[in-house]
T-cell receptor, first 113, second 110 residues
């Protein structure tokens, strides 16, 4: 079955540590996105990528980094510079990055120890 | 002021009730509009796109008023399984600027 796979489902970060969230899709979609969701708030865009080897900052990119070396994969690293990383992280993809449907992964809950 | 605003609720309704959610957006350059449904701690899933002419999908009806910058979602004959958070979503700037509302929480009771 085609879809987006995020891992892990739960992740704990120690202070000063970088952690990487995985996102893989087999939908052959060009565009991929990372969102952060905090309780009672809408999703906020961290980074997005329209094609391989290219990505753009979203609204809240500080303290995060991404790579897009393969079409299928768009990992997100939460660096130690992100001082409030506890949130629900959602990866999404769309066919071409226009006004079309977003397909989401099942999310990763990141918490700070 | 947030670019997309929704009443957070929660809305508590009995099974079989009709419930309406409203959403307003502030950027007149917004191009496309959607309602997503999100269950607790799960990913959002597209419920329906919203068109100026209005559109219906079974028990769900969506309306868009561009002049008033207002979107609505009507759910008829509510089911227990409709309990979820409903997210109003607006696209602009060629689609890469997707703004999510904070969501409206619905509880349907037996």
């Amino acid at each position: 079955d085609g879809g987006i796979t995020q891992s892990p489902k739960y992740l704990f970060r120690k202070e000063g540590q970088n952690v990487t969230l995985s996102c893989e899709q087999n939908l052959n979609h060009d565009a991929m996105y990372w969102y952060r969701q905090d309780p009672g708030q809408g999703l906020r865009l961290i980074y997005y990528s329209q094609i391989v080897n290219d990505f753009q900052k979203g609204d809240i990119a500080e303290g995060y980094s991404v790579s897009r070396e393969k079409k299928e994969s768009f990992p997100l690293t939460v660096t130690s510079a992100q001082k409030n990383p506890t949130a629900f992280y959602l990866c999404a993809s769309s066919i071409q990055g226009g006004n079309e449907k977003l397909f989401f992964g099942s999310g990763t809950q990141l918490s700070v120890l | 002021r947030k670019e997309v605003e929704q009443d957070p609720g929660p809305f508590n309704v009995p099974e079989g009730a009709t419930v309406a959610f409203n959403c307003t957006y502030s950027n007149s350059a917004s191009q496309s509009f959607f309602w997503y449904r999100q269950d607790c701690r799960k990913e959002p899933k597209l419920l329906m796109s919203v068109y100026s002419s209005g559109n219906e999908d079974g028990r769900f009806t969506a309306q868009l008023n561009r002049a008033s910058q207002y979107i609505s979602l009507l759910i008829r004959d509510s089911k227990l399984s409709d309990s979820a958070t409903y997210l109003c979503v607006v696209n602009r700037d060629g689609g890469f600027k997707t703004i999510f509302g904070a969501g409206t929480r619905l509880f349907v009771k037996a």
